[in-house]
Every structure is written in C-alpha cells, then in structure tokens.
C-alpha cells in the first residue's frame, strides 16, 4: 500500500505562483510513478502533469507546459508542481496520485493511490 498526501494549495491572483507538494509513503519501488490531476466541479478529472521515478522523466499537459513545472526531494519521496503564471482556468481541487508500473501516466485509471485533493484558487 502507498499513501498520498498534498499540500500548498491556497488562493492566489491571476499571474501569481504557487507550489504544490506530494509525499508518498508506504511500499515504495524504483518503478513508482507520480501525478498530478484537477478537477472543476461538474467535470471530468484531467491530467496535469506525472513523473516517472526510474527514468526521471516529467510530462506535462498541453495547457500546462512551460507555465508548471516538476521537481523533486528523492529522500523525502516528495513530488513538487511549481505553477507560474496561473490563469482562472487553472482554478481546480488539484489531486495527487501514484502508482507503480503505470504505462500511461496521464490516464487516471492507472493511478491506484489518490491523495485528499487541495484547493487552487486563481482569481482573476
């Protein structure tokens, strides 16, 4: 089993940064995978953005590239999602999941392990 947890959410405005925090823990192996959804009440959940441990590869949405940005503390098994220049759009409940051996990180029905969900708000 792995537990998810997020934080860092907040209420920011239009243009402005935030960063987002993922910690798993539990059974953790090198083929984890971590990602990154949101959701708008009263529609689908999207893929925001993953990163495969083992080959350190990042992906990202193609509303979301070169506005966020994937980082992380390996000891701390910590994913981060530095978001610049938000837009009201991206106001959402941003969820973080993991996985190991998922093969197609931006599909959400890989992802076994979901955390709670921390609120964006982007005003504009």
């Not at 969820?95 to 599909?107: D, R, T």
């Amino acid at each position: 089993q792995v537990q998810v947890a997020e934080s860092g959410g907040g209420l920011v405005q239009a243009g402005g940064s935030l960063r987002l925090s993922c910690t798993a823990s539990g059974k953790i192996y090198r083929n984890i995978v971590m990602g990154w959804f949101r959701q708008v009440p009263g529609k689908e959940r999207e893929f925001v953005a993953a990163f495969r441990w083992s080959e350190r590869s990042p992906y990202y949405a193609d509303s979301v590239k070169g506005r966020f940005t994937i980082s992380r503390d390996n000891f701390k098994n910590t994913l981060f999602l530095q978001m610049n220049s938000l837009k009201p759009e991206d106001t959402a409940a941003y969820y973080c999941a993991a996985g190991h051996g998922i093969e197609q990180p931006a599909v959400e029905g890989w992802y076994p392990y979901w955390g709670q969900g921390t609120q964006v708000t982007v005003s504009s």
